[in-house]
C-alpha cells in the first residue's frame, strides 16, 4: 500500500472518530436541551398554579376558572402537605398519568393524538412530560403534579440519527478527498526527490537536489542525500584516478618487456621451445597492452568528459577507418559492404569518433566467422538525425548477452575469449562516447545470422 493511500486513510480514520465523537455529544445534548426547557417551564408552571392556590384558599374561596385559566394546555393536579387532592385541571380529570415523587422528570406515552392539543401538529401520538414539585407557600406545603404534551421525541431521536448519520457519510467522503489531496501535496517533495535521486547515477554523481528552504525534516532528507552523494562522486573519482594513475605506470614497463621480447626473437640461433615460449609471452604483453591503453582510454573518458568539437565528414572518417581493415579482412576472408548516402557532415570529436568506428569494425571482424559479412551503413533520419550502422553475420547473442554487452569486461564468448582476443572494454569505451556526443546505441541480434550495432546522433539545437 502506497504511503499517500495509508496517509489518506489514517487522515479519514481520525477525522471520522472525532466527527463521530462530536457528532454524539451533540446528539446527546440535543435530547437532553428540549427536556431542560421544558423542566425550566414546568417549575414556573408550578410556581404559579401554587402562588394562585395560596391566595385562593387564603381569601377563603377557591376559583376554579382562575385555576382553570393558569393551567390550560397543561396536565395539573395540586395537592396539600397530606397528599389530598385540592385541583385538578381540564386534561387532568381526562387523562389519568401516574405521580412519582422523583426529583426528574418523566415521560408518559399515550395514544393521544398531538394535534388535538396543538392544532399545527400533525396526528403523531403524543406523550406528556411530567414533574412533581414541592412548593412552599406563606408557611404551606403544595405538591404540584404538572405536565405537558409533547411530540414523540423517540422518533425525533430516529430522525436526528439518520441525518447525523447522513451527515457523517457526506463528511466521511468529502474527508477522504481532502486527506488525499492533502497527503499528495505533503509527498510532492517526497515524489521529486525520487525522481531527482533516479536522475543521479555513477555517470552524473555531480548532480545535487536543490533544497526547499522549509528547514524541515524534507530539507534534513535533502541535506543527508546530497552529502552521501558527495561522498560518492568522491570515492567514484578516486577509483577512477587510481585506475588512471595504475595503467599509466604499467604501461612503460610493459612497453619495455614487449620490446625486450621481440629483440629477443629477431635472433636466428634460437631453439625452437624458448621461441614459443616468447611468442606466447609477447603476445600475452601484446594483450596487457591493449587492456592498458583501454582503461586509459575509459578513465580519460570517465575523468575529462569534455569534447573537442568540430565539424567533419562523418562519411570520409568512416571510410578511412574501413582502409585499415583491408588486410585483416583479406585475411579472414571477410567481405566489407559500405552504403553511405551522401557525405555527412557531423559536429563532434573526430578522434572519438574514429575510436568509435574502430572499435565496432573490429569487434564485428573478431566475432565474425571466415568466409563472412560486414555492413556499414550511414544514414539521415526523418528528424535530422544521423544513424551509424555497423552489421556482421556472427553467432546469434541471447537476451541476456544483450543486456549487459555494454558493461565493462563483459563478453559473450567468454569460452572462446582468447582466440577473440580483446579484453571486453571496446564496446563500454563506445557506448561512452556516444554518450559525450549526445546519441543513443542499441544492438540487435537476429536468429538469420546478423548481430547490428545501430547507433543514434541527433542534431544538437542552438
Not at 337 to 349: I, P, R
Request: with cysteine; net charge negative.
Amino acid at each position: 500500500m502506497k504511503i499517500r493511500t495509508r496517509i489518506t486513510l489514517w487522515a479519514s480514520l481520525a477525522g471520522l472518530v472525532s466527527t463521530a465523537v462530536l457528532s454524539v455529544i451533540v446528539f446527546l445534548w440535543g435530547l437532553e436541551t428540549p427536556y431542560e426547557f421544558l423542566d425550566q417551564e414546568l417549575e414556573i408552571r408550578a410556581q404559579t398554579m401554587a402562588n394562585e392556590m395560596g391566595r385562593e384558599q387564603a381569601a377563603g374561596e377557591l376559583h376554579l376558572e382562575i385555576l382553570e385559566l393558569f393551567s390550560r394546555l397543561y396536565w395539573t393536579k395540586v395537592y396539600d402537605a397530606n397528599g389530598r387532592l385540592l385541583f385538578a385541571s381540564e386534561l387532568a380529570r381526562r387523562i389519568n398519568l401516574p405521580k412519582k415523587m422523583w426529583d426528574q422528570g418523566y415521560l408518559i406515552p399515550t395514544d393521544i393524538p398531538l394535534n388535538q392539543f396543538y392544532a399545527e401538529e400533525d396526528d403523531q401520538p403524543a406523550g406528556f412530560w411530567n414533574r412533581v414539585f414541592i412548593v412552599p407557600v406563606d408557611g404551606a406545603i403544595y405538591q404540584v403534579h404538572v405536565a405537558r404534551p409533547v411530540e414523540n421525541l423517540v422518533g425525533e431521536s430516529i430522525e436526528s440519527v439518520l441525518v447525523i448519520g447522513a451527515a457523517l457519510l457526506v463528511s466521511t467522503l468529502i474527508l477522504i478527498g481532502v486527506s488525499y489531496l492533502v497527503a499528495g501535496k505533503i509527498l510532492h517533495p517526497i515524489r521529486e526527490i525520487n525522481r531527482l535521486t533516479r536522475e543521479i547515477t555513477a555517470r552524473t554523481l555531480e548532480k545535487r537536489i536543490p533544497l526547499t528552504n522549509n528547514h524541515d525534516e524534507i530539507d534534513q532528507l535533502i541535506a543527508s542525500l546530497n552529502a552521501m552523494f558527495n561522498r560518492l562522486q568522491h570515492s567514484f573519482r578516486r577509483q577512477k584516478e587510481f585506475i588512471a594513475n595504475a595503467a599509466h605506470e604499467l604501461k612503460t614497463p610493459v612497453t619495455l618487456l614487449r620490446l625486450s621480447v621481440e629483440e629477443t626473437l629477431q635472433h636466428e640461433h634460437l631453439p625452437a621451445p624458448i621461441q614459443e615460449k616468447l611468442l606466447a609471452q609477447e603476445r600475452a604483453l601484446a594483450r596487457i597492452g591493449l587492456l592498458i591503453k583501454n582503461l586509459l582510454d575509459l578513465s580519460r573518458l570517465e575523468l575529462r568528459d569534455e569534447l573537442a568539437r568540430e565539424l567533419f565528414s562523418l562519411t570520409e572518417l568512416f571510410f578511412s577507418v574501413t582502409q585499415e581493415f583491408d588486410a585483416l579482412l583479406y585475411e579472414q576472408d571477410i567481405r566489407l559492404v559500405c552504403c553511405f548516402d551522401g557525405v555527412h557532415l557531423f559536429a563532434g570529436d573526430r578522434e572519438k569518433m574514429r575510436r568509435v568506428a574502430i572499435n565496432l569494425l573490429d569487434n564485428a571482424v573478431r566475432y565474425n566467422h571466415r568466409g563472412g559479412e560486414i555492413r556499414c551503413l550511414l544514414a539521415t533520419g526523418d528528424s535530422g538525425e544521423t544513424i551509424m550502422t555497423v552489421a556482421n553475420t556472427g553467432p546469434f547473442i541471447d537476451q541476456t548477452d544483450l543486456d549487459r554487452i555494454f558493461d565493462q569486461f563483459y563478453r559473450c564468448e567468454k569460452s572462446r575469449s582468447a582466440a577473440h582476443g580483446g579484453v571486453g572494454l571496446g564496446l563500454t569505451i563506445v557506448k561512452r562516447i556516444v554518450a559525450l556526443h549526445g546519441g543513443r546505441i542499441a544492438v540487435e541480434s537476429g536468429e538469420d545470422g546478423w548481430n547490428a550495432f545501430r547507433l543514434l546522433f541527433f542534431p544538437r539545437r542552438s
